[in-house]
Structures are given as C-alpha cells and as structure tokens.
C-alpha cells in the first residue's frame, strides 16, 4: 500500500541527535535523524540491539534515561516540540493520551498485586473521564476488543492467572483505554511464542483499523514487518538509512545494510550452502563516526563512504536510501544472487495483482 | 526530509571519479571489536572517590589506625596502665582536667587518658577486625555450603534455626560468664553468634547464582564442585563480603562496649574504649569530669560512622549500575 | 546430508520426566522416544514450556530421569554408570547455550573459559599444549588468538557465543547439543553463528541436537526434526518432508504462525490456530505411529486411518 501524499502528517522528527554521558565519555545514540509519521498508517522501525530505534521511542515518549539529552533537532506533535519539554507535567498530557505503548515483556508490565480490571479501569477513568458503571462497562468492552473471553470472570482476575499472550492483550487494552492517537509497540512480540505471537499481531492489525490509530512498530523482525507494516524505516547505529513503503523495501531495497538484513535470513538460504552473513560487529558510538557508518562491514563500500555521510537519495516518491551507490557516479551494482531471486519473486507477486 | 548536503557540491570532479571507487575492507579489521576499557574494580574505585565524605572517613580511619599503631613510639608518651603521681603533693594525680602534661586529663585513679584511649582503641579495634575476620570465614564456609550442597542443605537450616533463635545477648553474657573475661573471650563469644549473618547472607547469593547458565556449563564440563565455588561463585561475592565486613566492624566493637556496660567485659586492666566509657559514665553528671566520658565517646563515635558510612559507600560504588 | 551412514548415536526410548511429587507433580516429558543418527543434525522443535530443553538437559545428563532409557553408542548413560563411562561422555557429549550473556563466567579470562573442560579432564601435556588448543579453538571459530586474555564483557553477543562454541570444540566432541544457540542473538549475527556450525560439522564430523522454536531456522540446518507439544512428541520426519507435507494439526498450525518475510504473503496469511480438545484421547489414547516412510506422528486409530487416506488422495490429485 503506497502511503499518499496527501494523507496528514501527525509527528514529525527533524534532525534529532540524541547522546548519553556514560563513564565520563558521550555516547551518540541518534545521530540526526528525520522522519515523518502519516496518520492511520502502520510504521516498522526496524534495527538491530544497538541501532537506536528504542532510543528513538523513548525521546517521543519523554523517557529517556537521566543521563540522555536531546542536544539538536525537534519533535513536532500537534504544533508542539516535544524535544522542548522539560517538565513531567507537560509529559503527562501527551503520555497515554496522544501516545501510548506497548512493551515488549507482559510480565513485568503489568502490576502483580491489582486485578486486571482495575488496572484497564484506571486508564479509562484517568484519560476517558468516565466513571463507576460507564467505566466499568467500557472496561469490558476493551477486554472484548483485545480477545479476551469471559471478560466478567477475568476482570477480577490477577495478572499471575493470564498466559503471556494473555497479558500482552491486556497491554494493549490498557494501552487503548486512554484512547491515543499514536500507539507504540516496541517489540510486542519477541516474548512471545509463535503461534501467539502470530494472533497479537492480527489483533493489533484489526485494532488500528478499527480505533483509526496510527501505530508505530519496533523490531528486529522482518517477518512481523512484512505482517503489519505499510512503511519501514530500517536504522542503523543511530541513523535511519532507508525508508519506505513495505514492497519497495523487501523488492527493491538499495542500502547494502538492507541487503544484508534480508540476505541474512535463513528462509532465503539454500540448504547445505552458507548463509550470507555480516562479517563483524556495530560501530563504537563514543567515537564520532565519519562517513557511513556500515561502511567497515559493507563489501560494497565505496572510498567516499569513509568520507562522507550519504545523503538520502531518492528512489520514488515514497522510498530513500542513504547510500553512495545511487549516486549517479557511482559504479553500477548487483544485490547479492539469493537476494534477486527474492526480488524477482516480489516483481512476479506485483504482477499477479 | 533532507536531502543533500553542503559539503557534497564541493568536492571537485577529479576526487569525485576517485571517491566513488571501492574500498578494500579487511576482515581482520570487522573482527577487531571497540574494546571497551572496562574493568570492575577501577570503576568501583572510581565511582568511590567520587563520594567525598567516605574518601575523608576513610583517610581519617587510617589516621587512626595508623596513629594507633605509631602513638606508643612517640616522644613524651605516657604509659596507658601506669598510675601518675602529683610531684608535688604525692598522691595519685587524679582526675586532673586535661592540660599540658596530661593532653586528655586523668581519670580516677591517676591514669593518663590520652594514652589510654589510644590503648583501648588500639584494643577495641583490634577485637573489630579478628571478630570480622572469624566472622567472615567461618559465616562463607558454611554459607556456601549451605547454598551449594543439596545434602547439606537441610541440616545447616535447622542448625541455622536453632542458632539464630538464641538471643545474641544471652549467649555473649553465658560466654563471659563461664570464660574469665579476656579479650579471646570477648572474640569467641562474638564469633559463636555473628557468623551466623554472614551465612544467611552468603547463602542467598550462591542460591541465586548457582542455577545461572554459566554454572550449568561448567558442570557439563566437568568442573568439580570446589572448582565452581571457587572459581564461578566466589568472586561474584567478593564486593558484598567487603561490604559486611566493613559493617561488621564497628558492630564488634558497639557489642563490646554493650558487654563492659553490663560487667562483662574485659577487666579494668584492660584499656578498651567499653573500659574508659564505662567508667566515664558514673562521672557524667559532674560537669568538670565529663571529659572522661567525652574524649572517649567522641572517639568511638568517630569510628562508628566511619565504618558505616564508607561501608554505605563501598557498597553503592561496587552495584555495577552505578558504574557511569 | 545423506542417510547412508544408518548408525545409532543416540537413542532415547520411553523417556518420562516428572518434577514435584505427589499433588504437585508436573509431567514434563511424557513417554518420549526418538533416534540421532551419526553425522545428522536433529531438530526439535516446540514452544516454550514444551520440553525440549529439558531433553536436551536429560540427555546432558543435568535433569534427572524418572522413568526410561538414554543410550549413546548403544550404552546407558543415564542413572548410575562407571567413572571411566561418565568421563567419556563429559567428553564426547557437548552443549552449547541459549544466552552467551549467561553462559560465560564474567570473572574469568577466555582463557580459563575455553579451556576448563580440557583441565578437567586433563586431556593436554602441559600448559603450552593447552595453551595452543585455545588458540586452536578460538582461531576455528573466527575469532583472534589474543581474544583469550580478555573477559567475556569485552565481547558481543556473537562473540561470546562463539566463545562458547569454542568451549564446546575444544573437548573435540561427538555430538553437540545446542540449546537455541541463536534465538539470543540478533538478526544479523544469526547468520555468522549458523555459517560457523555448519562449517565445524563438517570439519569434525559432529552430530547435532539442535533444539529451536524459530522453525525457519530449523528448516534451513537440520535433517530430521521432531515437532514436540506438552512434552510429547507429536510428529517426527525428515525436515523437508514435515515442512511440505505436515500432518499432524499441531505441526500444521505451527507452520501456519511462522512469519514469512514476504509482504505479499503475510499480509494474506490466515492464522490456523491449534485446539489440543479435538483429539478424544481420553477414549482411544494415541500412540507413535509411521505414517509414511520415516514419517511417524502422535495419533488414535481413528486419527490414522483419517491420515493414511488424507495422504493417498494428496498423491493421487
């Protein structure tokens, strides 16, 4: 689904940089970076541990740690610069309210010693500004929303008594009940086992159409993004290095990192024959990084990637990539062979329809 | 979003043609990780300094010992037992206030206090540090022990049960009843019942670490028992067995003073800080004898916190979350 | 690889695994029994709270077996066996871990790491020998010889699971059990790991249990793999033949969940979702049978029969 043009823009980042002071040194998580998030679309974030993108979330949500400033860049939501805020008072009527989130472990998210009802009850109560029988009916409706049978019997039931996809509903519920614009999942599904994994995701599919949310994934995992997601934006050490639409980026993807990713994954792997795998580890954010930050690792790289830092070139309206390899001088290369049997796949899919 | 940048327009078309050529990437250099500097004892000591007050007490505790140690050898020292005589009417020098020849005064009998109370520091804590010691090895042993073995483990919990019940302070005065007061009772009395703290303490730690994966390997390994306790547990534990220590130091030495309140501690002729504030306290309510309960309170007082508070800090340095 | 080589490595028959007594007693493993051929690798595949890791551990010999046998080379190894017996197999059977964070002693050097099997049972000459099998070990997992003075903080993820491979190599093994080697690591160094494991079976002749939930994973390295559910096993086949050709409605729900990197496909997929109530066991209780060759699933007469046509009508259409 190619995302319009003419569909709003709700959050926009600008140039944010973020850094962290840890053990005297400083440590640049986010390392200018722009995006946009259209209203009623499906975002993935994808990166790997290290990438930034939990960062990312944390800034919009005005969590990040005590030793993390946003030193450049803004967030701008509903004609305010959330990278301005400075107060909790000024968090607290975006929290829940305009965005809200999902984390990934239900086992700690929710409170051991309250029932379940209670807890989605205060939500709705605090940001819905209902009371007594309404809150109370609206609660059930939430629990029935999310998948939850029963809902009378399990609203006075305590979080030990549900199973991790069970709990990871009542997450969501919690997280619907202050009625956001903006939904947040960061890793919803990385504890949970596959089966239940695959039915959260449909939940949460069903529930952005029908509440109009706008969500925002977090994950390593490129089959979640290709289940929920419109748009992608794959990060790497801080910098976002392409984005857009699903299909272009799965068929038509031009960062070699973005190769690497999908090349990576065993379902295009031939038996018997190595795994196309990224040779070493992610850069050491307390140095500056020049140029492209992939670039050591990159066997694509180009002299100037240890120079300059790419700018985004443009792909189609909807898709950029951050590589040197577009640039019109650039030599002409090939993704790797089990990568184009991959995109030829995508061209023949594109065709059927 | 942004597109391109300033720099990008200057390069000229020579270096570009060059730029866009490829780079030849090294394996050795991918594999080369950023080696981090880390090591846990040099943040833990960092992360001490940083907190002023306990770098004071600390280098004010090693005065003390220090001074402690040395005080004897200086010049124009008296003699802590000895008992003064006024030169000129030739009765004992009793309690003078302090002045120029008796830096802290006399006490009742004619003892020099300054001298005395270096004496008894030196001995209470003396009796501190061997207590922490037993202490400590004794509350390990059985600690691990307790922990580790699955066989052991129900005997040492009734043992535990049946020791900790019995309040510390009757045990302390039956031992110093039966034993002659001395300072080898005081320690055996404090070490029958302060291991026992220790134990438990130790014991919830290897409780929790033994299960832990890289235990599990080195069991499949083969690794003997000792071995894992030695080389895998132990070193874990060595930042909160400082720790108790530290704490348990001026706890030997508050029990001793406890012990002397109450008659049975060491004999009078054992200076001790329990000595010297026993006796001070009958004098407390005559204001020009009350320094014989000062200097020595201000004393025991000054180790307390200190011990307490770099223990505190110690802690605080050694959790690696702090370690920022 | 080729199922000529049709001998026996490990056998584990009617195993039963049972924690608690009494009222509390949590069966998790239930009459489990399956073969390891030399020179395979054999997944197991199930969710978490299966069982799989505890089979792994009881034939690693860390869990206690309740009722059944474990053979190796066709000798118990389970229960009570001869030093002699028990240090062989220290030696032969390896494991490798989930979490490399978990598995490493932070407070000790690579060194001491990789090399405390070989200490253990003594099996260098002097230090210099042991010296250089680490450096063997480490240079055979893609890592640098000088890695061995540092500590295990130092390293990545990736790293520090290689070091544990390294630890498990070291012992020049027969059969190495690893326990979800990559479910910890990230995406990309899935791949470095997974390369690293194929290379060393070959160099070493090794046999593999490799137990997983991811089933891209499994269907990329393994031979053979059984499907486990509530600790039992529910479908056991050759990895080609289970992905194409599931039977068991476990098995087929399981496949159904696996997340596809395909968005065309994905955003299709309807998710089959698994009722264990639609077998009457508590009226015809099941039992492992071989459906086709080398094809064996948990089921009922009833369920069989059903199967057996279901299969005849796939290779008639």
Not at chain 3, 104 to 127: C, M, P, Q, S
Not at chain 3, 266 to 276: G, H, T
């Amino acid at each position: 689904m190619v995302v319009k043009k003419t569909q709003s823009r709700i959050l926009a980042i600008q140039n944010l940089v973020i850094q962290f002071t840890l053990r005297g040194q400083i440590l640049t998580a986010i390392r200018g970076i722009s995006l946009d998030l259209y209203q009623g679309e499906s975002l993935a974030i994808v990166g790997e541990s290290g990438s930034g993108k939990s960062v990312l979330m944390k800034s919009i949500m005005g969590l990040l740690d005590k030793n993390g400033t946003i030193e450049q860049g803004q967030i701008l939501y509903n004609n305010m610069d959330l990278a301005q805020f400075t107060t909790e008072q000024q968090w607290l009527n975006i929290r829940g309210r305009e965005i809200a989130i999902v984390t990934q472990d239900p086992m700690t998210s929710l409170n051991p010693l309250k029932t379940i009802g209670k807890q989605i009850e205060e939500c709705v109560v605090l940001h819905q500004g209902l009371k007594g029988i309404t809150a109370y009916h609206e609660t059930l409706k939430l629990l029935t929303d999310v998948g939850i049978d029963n809902v009378k019997k399990r609203y006075k039931q305590y979080p030990h008594e549900f199973s991790g996809g069970m709990r990871q509903r009542i997450v969501i519920a919690i997280a619907l009940a202050c009625k956001p614009k903006i939904l947040i999942c960061d890793e919803p599904t990385t504890a949970l086992d596959v089966t239940i994994q695959a039915q959260i995701l449909q939940l949460l599919k069903t529930l952005q159409q029908k509440y109009g949310l706008t969500t925002v994934y977090i994950t390593h995992d490129l089959g979640v993004v290709a289940k929920v997601a419109d748009r992608v934006a794959v990060m790497y050490a801080g910098d976002i290095i392409e984005v857009g639409g699903t299909h272009e980026i799965f068929f038509n993807g031009k960062h070699p990192y973005t190769w690497a990713l999908l090349s990576s994954l065993p379902q295009l792997g031939t038996k018997g024959e190595q795994l196309y795998a990224i040779k070493g580890t992610p850069p050491n954010l307390f140095k500056e990084i020049k140029g492209d930050a992939f670039a050591p690792r990159n066997p694509f790289a180009l002299k100037i990637d240890y120079e300059l830092r790419p700018p985004f070139f443009q792909v189609s309206e909807t898709h950029y990539a951050r590589t040197w390899l577009l640039d019109p001088s650039a030599p002409k290369v090939e993704p790797p062979a089990a990568l184009q049997a991959f995109f030829e796949e995508g061209r023949l899919y594109a065709n059927e329809r | 979003m942004g597109l391109y940048t300033e720099e990008f327009d200057n390069i000229s078309d020579k270096s570009r043609a060059e730029l866009f050529e490829f780079f030849e990437t090294s394996d050795r250099q991918a594999e080369e990780t950023a080696y981090s500097n880390y090591s846990y004892w040099r943040s833990t000591w960092q992360s001490f300094l940083k907190n002023r007050m306990a770098v004071l007490l600390l280098a004010l505790v090693f005065i003390i010992v220090a001074f402690t140690i040395f005080q004897p050898y200086l010049p124009a020292q008296k003699s802590p037992t000895e008992i003064y005589l006024d030169d000129q009417t030739g009765l004992q020098a009793r309690n003078i206030a302090p002045n120029a020849e008796f830096w802290f005064g006399t006490n009742s009998i004619g003892q020099d206090l300054w001298s005395r109370i270096w004496a008894g520091t030196r001995t209470s804590l003396m009796i501190g540090c061997v207590v922490a010691l037993v202490e400590a090895v004794v509350g390990i042993t059985i600690g691990t022990l307790w922990g580790f073995s699955r066989k052991l483990e129900l005997p040492i919990t009734q043992l535990y049960n049946v020791v900790d019940n019995i309040p510390t302070t009757i045990v302390l005065i039956l031992m110093s009843y039966i034993l002659r007061p001395s300072i080898s009772t005081i320690i055996i009395a404090m070490c029958i019942t302060g291991w026992v703290e220790m134990a438990r303490f130790i014991r919830n730690q290897i409780v929790i670490l033994r299960d832990r994966e890289y235990n599990l390997a080195s069991k499949c390994l083969g690794t003997p028992d000792y071995r894992i306790i030695i080389k895998n547990l132990l070193p874990y534990l060595i930042s909160v067995i400082m720790l108790r220590m530290s704490l348990a130091i001026p706890f030997a030495i508050g029990a001793e003073v406890f012990l002397t309140y109450i008659g049975l501690g060491l004999p009078i002729s054992e200076p001790s800080l329990g000595n010297l504030i026993n006796e001070g306290r009958v004098l407390m309510m005559s204001p020009d004898l009350r320094y014989q309960l000062i200097f020595p309170s201000i004393v025991l007082s000054v180790i307390t916190i200190a011990f307490y508070i770099i223990g505190n800090a110690f802690a605080d340095a050694a959790d690696p979350k702090n370690h920022v | 690889m080729p199922m000529n080589d049709k001998e026996v490595l490990v056998e584990v028959k009617n195993l039963n695994i049972t924690f608690g007594k009494g009222k509390n007693k949590f069966v998790a493993i239930d009459n489990v029994s399956f073969d390891i051929y030399k020179g395979e690798t054999f997944g197991l595949v199930g969710e978490s709270g299966s069982g799989k890791t505890t089979i792994g551990r009881a034939i690693m010999r860390i869990n206690e077996v309740t009722d059944g046998q474990i053979y190796y080379h066709g000798k118990k190894i389970n229960g009570k066996i001869t030093k002699a017996w028990d240090r062989e197999i220290t030696q032969k059977i390896q494991m490798i871990f989930q979490d490399p964070m978990a598995s490493l002693n932070e407070r000790a050097k690579v060194d001491y790491i990789i090399a405390e099997g070989l200490i253990n049972t003594k099996n260098f000459k002097d230090v210099a020998d042991r010296q250089r099998k680490v450096q063997n070990a480490l240079f055979n997992v893609g890592l640098l010889p000088e890695f061995a003075s540092r500590f295990p903080h130092e390293f990545s993820g990736g790293q520090r699971q290689r070091i544990g491979i390294a630890r498990a190599l070291v012992m020049e093994p027969e059969f190495i059990i690893a326990d979800e080697p990559i479910s910890a690591l990230d995406v990309s160094i899935r791949a470095q790991v997974l390369n690293l494991l194929t290379n060393i079976q070959e160099k070493n002749n090794l046999t593999y249990l490799f137990i997983a939930h991811d089933l891209s994973i499994v269907r990329f390295i393994t031979d053979r793999t059984a499907v486990i559910y509530k600790g039992q096993i529910v479908e056991l086949a050759e990895t080609e033949t289970l992905f194409s050709n599931p039977i068991h409605p476990y098995t087929k729900a399981l496949l159904s969940a696996v997340p596809e990197p395909n968005p065309y496909k994905e955003s299709q997929k309807v998710v089959e979702i698994y009722n264990p109530l639609q077998h009457r066991y508590d009226i015809a209780p099941p039992s492992f049978v071989e459906i086709e060759q080398g094809h064996f699933v948990l089921a009922n007469e009833e369920e069989v029969t059903n199967y057996r046509a279901a299969q005849k009508v796939e290779v008639n259409e």
